[in-house]
C-alpha cells in the first residue's frame, strides 16, 4: 500500500508569514511529486511539480525534495489571505498508469 | 477547449438506486482517472484507463464500475447506491503529467 503523510494541520499564519508544508511518502520509486490547491468546493489545482533533489521556486512558491528521505515540502513566502487553502501533497507511481497518491491534506488559514 | 467536463455537478439518490457520472475530456489524453473525496479527506483512486478499451482497479473500486470506449469518455456507473458512497467525485486525465480535474459531482446517498 503506498501512502502518503501530510502534517495534519490545520495552520494558521500570520499575513506576510512563510508558511511551511510538509509530506513524507513510503513508495522509494517515486518520480514525480506535486503540490496541488483546493478551494473549498473546487477542484485541486497544481501549483508546484518536482522531479529532481533540492529546491524549486516559482514565484512565492518553492518545493523541496528529499528523495533519501522520502520527504517533500511546500515553503509559501509573504503568505496572503488568498492563499486560505487546503494544500494536497501527491505523488506519482513508478507504474505504467501513472496515477497519483494523495496524501490527505493540510488546510492553511493565513490570518490578516 | 472545455478541459475536462463532469456532469452532474450535484446528485441525490436513495439507497439501492443507480447512476452514472460523466466525464469527457477534449485534450487527446490517453491516461483518465475516477477519485473521490470525503469531507476532510484526500483523493482516493477509484479506477483509472491508460486507453481506450483498458480500465484498471485503483484503491477503492467496490461499489463501481467503469467503461473506456472511446479516448474522450470516462464514464463511472454505481449500480447499487449506498451511503458510504456519498462523496465528491472527480474525474481527471492526462498525458503525461499533471492531471487536469473535472469540476467535480456532489453525490449524497440517503
Known amino acids: 500500500q503506498k501512502e502518503v503523510e501530510q502534517n495534519s494541520g490545520p495552520l494558521s499564519v500570520p499575513e506576510g508569514a512563510i508558511a511551511s508544508l510538509n509530506c513524507t511518502y513510503s513508495?522509494?520509486?517515486?518520480?514525480?511529486f506535486f503540490w496541488y490547491r483546493q478551494y473549498s468546493g473546487k477542484s485541486p489545482e497544481l501549483i508546484m511539480s518536482?522531479?529532481?533533489?533540492g529546491d524549486k521556486e516559482d514565484g512565492r512558491f518553492t518545493a523541496q525534495l528529499n528523495k533519501a528521505s522520502q520527504y517533500v515540502s511546500l515553503l509559501i513566502r509573504d503568505s496572503q489571505p488568498s492563499d486560505s487553502a487546503t494544500y494536497l501533497c501527491?505523488?506519482?507511481?513508478?507504474?505504467?498508469?501513472?496515477?497519483?497518491?494523495f496524501g490527505s491534506g493540510t488546510q492553511l488559514t493565513v490570518l490578516p | 477547449n472545455a478541459g475536462v467536463t463532469q456532469t452532474p455537478k450535484f446528485r441525490i439518490l436513495k439507497i439501492g438506486q443507480s447512476m452514472t457520472l460523466q466525464c469527457t475530456q477534449d485534450?487527446?489524453?490517453?491516461?483518465m482517472y475516477w477519485y473521490r473525496q470525503d469531507p476532510g479527506m484526500g483523493l482516493k483512486l477509484i479506477y483509472y484507463?491508460?486507453?481506450?478499451?483498458?480500465?484498471d482497479k485503483g484503491e477503492v473500486p467496490n461499489g463501481y464500475n467503469v467503461s473506456r470506449s472511446t479516448t474522450e469518455d470516462f464514464p463511472l456507473r454505481l449500480e447499487l447506491a449506498a451511503p458510504s458512497q456519498t462523496s465528491v467525485y472527480f474525474c481527471?486525465?492526462?498525458?503525461?503529467?499533471?492531471?487536469?480535474f473535472g469540476n467535480g459531482t456532489r453525490l449524497t446517498v440517503t
Open positions: 481527471a486525465s492526462s498525458r503525461d503529467s499533471p492531471l487536469h
Open positions: 513508495d522509494r520509486g517515486s518520480q514525480s
Open positions: 518536482i522531479y529532481s533533489n
Open positions: 501527491a505523488v506519482q507511481s513508478s507504474g505504467s498508469a501513472r496515477q497519483l497518491t
Open positions: 485534450m487527446n489524453h490517453n491516461y
Open positions: 484507463s491508460v486507453g481506450a478499451g483498458i480500465t
